[in-house]
């Protein structure tokens, strides 16, 4: 079975831009989970979809945003880039929603804002 | 407010002995814990988790330990190996369900 993509793997913007990242679950899993990684703040949960809805969120300014499709591929925003949106994106899906199912993470998009 | 610290950045170890990370929480309210192994360029792996109704859950060579009135979890690699090398981020939930990660603890496992 394959395994959580991340399209792309790397990316630099500039300030202002904005940037869309692609994430595919595993075959099955209808849960996608979006996170931030930076070195100061550890990872940080962006938001959760499950059905193609937002079922959770994370305290992170309405610049980020998310969507999930029919087939549970999911796709996350970020507009107006800030140099502070540098960071590493990692997208976890699991067979279904909550904290308590095993999420299986991809292996993230770098994302550089200059 | 960082609701779920792992005090220590880094840790080195000998093959063969024990690792010990530790993970304390300040949220009364996580229920669940779990812990997570990285390795560089690749996304977190589950390694292990544990509910708060039990104060040990072991998987082979990996054991959790949660200590609810200390708000303390610690995770346990016998022996170690080499291939452990990674850093291990514990995580926690409660009814938000929303995961909150601690910032990592690298581990070297010292051949």
């Not at chain 1, 938001?47 to 305290?59: A, D, I, L, P, V």
């Not at chain 2, 002995?17 to 690749?42: G, H, Q, V």
């Not at chain 2, 995770?75 to 990674?86: C, E, F, K, M, N």
């Amino acid at each position: 079975k394959a395994g959580v993509t991340q399209t792309p793997r790397y990316l630099i913007k500039t300030r202002g831009q904005q940037v869309t990242l692609s994430c595919s679950p595993i075959s099955g899993h209808r849960s996608v989970s979006w996170y931030q990684q930076t070195p100061g703040q550890g990872l940080q949960f962006l938001f959760e979809y499950f059905s193609e809805t937002q079922r959770n969120k994370g305290n992170f300014p309405g610049r980020f945003s998310g969507r999930q499709f029919s087939n549970s591929r999911s796709e996350m925003n970020v507009s107006t880039l800030e140099l502070g949106d540098s960071a590493l994106y990692l997208c976890a899906s699991s067979l279904l929603a909550g904290a308590t199912e095993t999420q299986y993470f991809g292996p993230g998009t770098r994302l550089l804002v200059l | 407010d960082q609701q779920v610290k792992q005090n220590s950045p880094s840790l080195s170890v000998q093959e063969g002995r024990i690792s010990i990370l530790n993970c304390d929480y300040t949220n009364s309210m996580f229920d669940y814990f779990l812990w997570y192994k990285k390795y560089p360029a690749e996304g977190p792996t589950f390694l292990i988790s544990i509910s708060s109704i039990k104060d040990k859950n072991e998987d082979g060579r990996f054991t959790v330990f949660l200590n609810k009135s200390a708000k303390h979890l610690s995770l346990h690699i016998v022996p170690s190996q080499p291939g452990d090398s990674a850093v291990y981020f514990c995580a926690a939930s409660g009814r938000s369900e929303k995961l909150v990660f601690g910032k990592g603890t690298k581990l070297t496992v010292n051949p």
